[in-house]
């Protein structure tokens, strides 16, 4: 038996193949915004934390600024930005220690700020 091209209708065909197309790219995007959502201490939890505290003004060594978390723990971030250079600013910061480097302030933990944020 022949099947002729003339009988079969091929406009249907595209509209199930488009809507295969677009399901797939809505999961996709869902599926990859599942992860984008996530911070970076979440996805470095093992490593890093969530630290919520006040920045301080340090008159050492010149002076700098330190965050002492709300438990009375002492932080010596090496980037703290700009903005958040404000004595008395309490912040919510996700940081991570850096066991590997030493500082001359001999002041609180060494840290990288990965986050951070006003309260």
């Known amino acids: ?3 002729s091209m003339r009988h079969f209708d091929v406009s249907s065909l ?3 193949i488009e809507m295969k197309v677009y399901i797939s790219l809505i999961c996709l995007a869902l599926a990859a ?5 996530r911070t970076a201490c979440e996805v470095n939890e ?8 006040t920045v301080k003004h340090i008159e ?6 330190g965050i002492v978390g709300d438990q009375g723990n002492k932080f010596d ?3 703290l930005p700009d ?10 910061a996700c940081m991570k220690q850096l066991e590997d480097r030493v500082s001359f302030r001999m002041w609180g933990t060494l840290v990288e700020i990965i986050e951070i944020k006003r309260l």
């Open 46 to 53: 093992d490593t890093s934390r969530w630290v919520t505290g």
């Open 33 to 37: 915004g599942t992860t984008a959502c």
């Open 14 to 16: 595209k509209g199930d």
């Open 83 to 92: 903005r958040f250079k404000e004595d008395g600013l309490r912040v919510k």
């Open 77 to 79: 971030p090496v980037n």
């Open 60 to 65: 050492l060594e010149g002076g700098f600024y």
């Open 1 to 3: 038996m022949r099947y």
